[in-house]
């Protein structure tokens, strides 16, 4: 930029500064101003109190901020003087400025002592410009200005006649710059402009681009006009046509659609207040022209409210007999929600209708929860709805949008049920628990109404905007994991859980259900393909973990595809043994594991997921160092805290012998780093991992525990017993500990698994101790000797449930990292 002259006058380089809102004061200009802020009304009095009230006038650049700080004030405004002021009544005062010279702002803050704005100020003003260019600049802003006040209708064409006598530049570019109805941003910009000829330049660009907006406000303005004419004169013309259809009893399409509507509200039986809303519907749509964009709205929503089944109903099958051949049909084993349901239609049978708590399937994925809800729709004789929650954020799919808005429709709760054509389906709302939240709304809160037998008799969608009965329908749930459930949503619904399958299950569920799905799927006969049963359980063993079935289907669909494509190539019958699954198969995807790695140091643990239960392995190892506790594993809190209190409870009991804390780091690791781990379950499991360490002993092969530990040693319950001792139990497990005040949970596990597990319920680590430590009974007498206290002897207790069957466990195995 090119070097600025410094303003000759004699003014103050510190004086009191006003912030201006939505106005911006160019020297030269006089502004009415009103002040009612505390801080500006100090400035203007303090400016007032000096023989030349002199203030510096600022802009805001928010005029919406109350209380601006320095950063929301420009730092260029005008050095303005107070030629006249006057005292409100309610403290604020009206003044007028006069504008002098420009100001650059170096520092600007608050004096706390007068509670106003001061500014330490430069004063510029630009050289002398009368040149060639310059006059020309004059010109054109004038023409351009001209034209900009006739488009705008803002200015008088008078006014214009009065800025072509003036011959300053500067003041000629203030002047047009304070009389443009812009932005406070781009008059800015100009005072800015120091320079007169890049000041003129600007606005000669500012009022082009005003024109040429103005130009287009015009021209839509323009189209609006003779749009609302032609829908004026096509009203007119419509009223006149229906006029002299009614003298000539013709009726057009339109009409006869009308009517067809109004048949329909007889035809279908609505009820009263629906009957009336749609009445009045349509009495307004005869109103409207056939094809306005309110007309298309109003026939939506008509189709929507004249085409629910507000007294459409299946007859209920109340066949217990029936319902339980259909459901042993469809799954195997899932007594518990068997039993369940089949009270459920016994108490709906006595009380002539299908009324009570809504059902909340509870379980790991792909074990039936799903194809439960289809098997009762097809045993009591209703229709089936499905709605998956999964990913639901916005409440409006649930209650639908408003008919306000563009392209609004009912939620899919109404749109369920008109598509069932019912009134009384099984509606599956299917994984309630990955529902989220955000700024529109919580779609949690909008099924509180919707699953309270109390309140659904009229449960009001938004863009229907009447009641509609939803008490006769069956509504079930399903959620993978119950703590992802709001507690007043999880009130209303009565829990039934679904365990994981054992595998003597699974191997009925692959013979009577999976395979014959599977050949069928595949175009394959009866017998053309047979897998051996050593051959189902390896395939569970090294390519399947799961509580359900799901990826064990996959897997066997996957075999029927290679024995479809060797049958294809001439073989008559395929037979999938132990030893050739691999060749099926491929590369097993999980390794031997299994508690026969316990050692000095390494335990295992169970552990509960949404998905089922699994064995969990923990490995501790100590090393020279400062005393610090590393914990690797991605770790929760609780976990970490767990940890803590393990290393606590094992230097309380002296289990580190000679040992120097200060000077020996633990490492505590959880094994598949990269899965989230938390909770207190692992409690027992860490302190036996450490107590190892400390000791030398080495933890017992073919062992698992579960347990929550306190410092002290006493061992509190978890939950997931009957997930975490069928886990055990896949991998081999032959002996579990577990808190005592778990023992009502054992009686949930399959007979046939308690058979072959010794189960030992515990209530303290000094039980724990000795039962999972090999050589703990010498250990403790040499403790005991050497220290004089007594150190934990116990061994199992009598109440430990002994395994039945003496046959050696096959090795299990565990997922590879």
Request: contains cysteine; glycine residues 6%.
């Amino acid at each position: 930029m090119e070097e600025i002259k410094k303003t000759t006058l004699s003014l103050p380089t510190v004086v009191p500064a006003v912030a201006i809102r939505d106005v911006v004061m160019f020297p030269g200009m006089s502004l009415p101003l009103s002040v009612d802020r505390a801080k500006s009304v100090a400035a203007v009095e303090l400016a007032l109190n000096t023989p030349e009230k002199y203030i510096l006038a600022v802009s805001q650049k928010d005029a919406e901020i109350d209380d601006p700080r320095a950063q929301d004030i420009y730092h260029f405004g005008v050095m303005a003087q107070v030629t006249q002021s006057l005292k409100m009544p309610d403290g604020s005062l009206k003044i007028f400025l006069q504008g002098l010279v420009r100001a650059r702002v170096n520092h600007l803050e608050i004096n706390n002592a007068v509670g106003a704005w001061f500014a330490n100020v430069e004063y510029i003003e630009e050289e002398d410009d009368n040149s060639p260019v310059v006059q020309a600049l004059m010109r054109k802003v004038l023409d351009e200005f001209d034209h900009y006040a006739r488009v705008s209708r803002r200015i008088a064409v008078e006014g214009v006649s009065f800025l072509r006598q003036i011959n300053d530049p500067s003041k000629l570019a203030d002047t047009i710059a304070s009389n443009m109805v812009v932005k406070t941003a781009k008059r800015q910009e100009i005072l800015e402009a120091v320079h007169v000829k890049d000041r003129l330049e600007k606005i000669l660009k500012l009022i082009t681009s005003e024109v040429e907006i103005l130009g287009l406000e015009e021209k839509i303005h323009s189209k609006v006009r003779a749009q609302i004419e032609k829908n004026q004169k096509e009203y007119y013309l419509n009223e006149q046509m229906k006029a002299i259809q009614k003298e000539l009893s013709q009726k057009d399409d339109f009409q006869k659609e009308l009517d067809a509507m109004r048949a329909k509200i007889k035809k279908n039986g609505l009820p009263l207040h629906a009957k009336e809303a749609a009445e009045k519907e349509i009495d307004r749509l005869s109103k409207m022209a056939p094809f306005s964009p309110e007309a298309t709205v109003s026939r939506t929503y008509l189709d929507w409210l004249l085409n629910m089944p507000w007294n459409k109903t299946t007859e209920d099958v109340l066949d217990l007999k029936k319902a339980k051949q259909i459901l042993d049909e469809d799954h195997f084993g899932l007594e518990k929600p068997k039993t369940r349901i089949l009270e459920y239609l016994a108490v709906s049978k006595l009380t002539n209708g299908l009324r009570g708590p809504v059902l909340c399937f509870a379980g790991a994925p792909g074990v039936g929860k799903t194809s439960l809800a289809k098997s009762i729709a097809r045993a009591v004789g209703r229709k089936f709805v499905r709605m998956s929650l999964g990913g639901v954020r916005d409440e409006s799919e649930i209650r639908g949008h408003r008919r306000t808005y563009i392209g609004s429709m009912p939620g899919r709760i109404i749109q369920g049920l008109s598509k069932a054509k019912s009134s009384n389906p099984v509606f599956l709302l299917d994984e309630i628990d990955k529902m989220g939240s955000d700024w529109r709304g919580d779609p949690a809160a909008a099924l509180l109404e919707l699953l309270d037998p109390e309140q659904n008799k009229e449960f009001t969608d938004h863009f229907l905007d009447v009641p509609f009965d939803v008490s006769k329908v069956m509504f079930i749930t399903t959620a993978n994991s119950l703590g992802a459930i709001p507690s007043t949503l999880r009130d209303r619904l009565e829990i039934i859980d679904f365990d994981g399958y054992t595998e003597y299950e699974k191997h009925d569920i692959v013979k009577n259900y999976l395979l014959p799905k599977q050949l069928k799927m595949h175009g394959l006969k009866p017998g053309q393909v047979e897998i051996e049963h050593d051959a189902v359980a390896l395939l569970m063993r090294e390519y399947v973990r799961e509580a359900g079935v799901r990826n064990l289907d996959r897997e066997i669909g996957s075999l029927c595809r290679k024995a479809a494509k060797l049958i294809v190539e001439g073989k008559k019958k395929v037979t999938v043994t132990k030893e050739n699954l691999h060749d099926f198969l491929g590369v097993p995807r999980y390794a031997n594991f299994a508690t026969e790695e316990n050692g000095v140091g390494i335990a295992t643990g169970l552990a509960w997921t949404s998905v089922g239960g699994e064995t969990l392995s923990i490995e501790a190892t100590k090393l020279p160092g400062k005393g610090q506790l590393i914990l690797t594993g991605m770790l929760g809190n609780v976990m970490k805290e767990s940890v803590r209190a393990a290393l606590t409870y094992a230097r309380s009991r002296g289990y580190g012998g000679k040992v120097d804390f200060d000077k020996t780091d633990f490492h505590i690791h959880f094994p598949e780093g990269a899965v989230p781990k938390d909770g207190p379950s692992a409690g027992s499991v860490i302190t036996t991992a450490l107590t190892s360490l400390l000791t030398g002993l080495p933890v017992k092969k073919h062992l698992a525990m579960t347990g929550e530990v306190t410092i002290t040693g006493r061992v509190l319950p978890v939950g997931g017993i009957k997930e975490k001792f069928l886990a055990a139990y896949r991998e081999g497990v032959k002996t579990i500990l577990y808190p005592h005040t778990n023992a009502k949970d054992v009686s949930e596990i399959p007979e046939r698994v308690r058979k072959d597990l010794t189960l030992i319920p515990v209530k303290h680590m000094d039980e724990v101790l000795p039962l999972a430590l090999e050589g703990w009974a010498q250990f403790a007498a040499k403790q005991s000797k050497a220290t004089g206290t007594k150190t934990a002897k116990k061994s199992a207790p009598k109440k430990a449930v002994k395994k039945a069957v003496k046959k050696p466990a096959k090795k299990k195995s565990v997922k590879r990292k």
